[in-house]
C-alpha cells in the first residue's frame, strides 16, 4: 500500500481539523505529525480561548483538564488517514 505523500496526508489533515472545528466539535487544536522519523506537518490551529478571542499557537500547554484536545487530535489523524486508504 503507498503512503500518501506529505501534501495529501497534510491536506486531509487540515480538512479533518477544519471540519471540526466548523461543526463545533474542537474549539482549537496543536497538530504534529511524524513520518519516517521526521516532522511533515504541523499546525495550530481555532481558538487557545474562545472567550477571549484568543488563537491558538503550537507551544500552547494544556491544562491537565484539556485532555480531550490531543485525543481529538488523534482522532483526527486517523480519520485522514482512513480516508486516504479509500
Excluded: H
Excluded at 471540519?19 to 495550530?44: C, D, M
Excluded at 484539556?66 to 480516508?83: E, F, L, N, Q, Y
Amino acid at each position: 500500500m503507498n503512503q500518501p505523500s506529505s501534501r495529501e496526508m497534510g491536506l486531509r489533515v487540515d480538512q479533518a481539523i477544519n471540519q471540526a472545528i466548523e461543526e463545533r466539535r474542537l474549539v482549537g487544536a496543536v497538530v504534529f505529525v511524524g513520518l519516517g522519523g521526521k516532522l511533515v506537518y504541523r499546525r495550530a490551529a481555532g481558538m487557545a480561548d474562545r472567550e477571549q478571542r484568543r488563537p491558538m499557537t503550537e507551544d500552547k500547554i494544556f491544562l491537565i483538564a484539556s485532555v480531550t484536545k490531543p485525543i481529538v487530535t488523534a482522532a483526527a489523524i486517523d480519520r485522514a488517514g482512513r480516508a486516504e486508504r479509500q
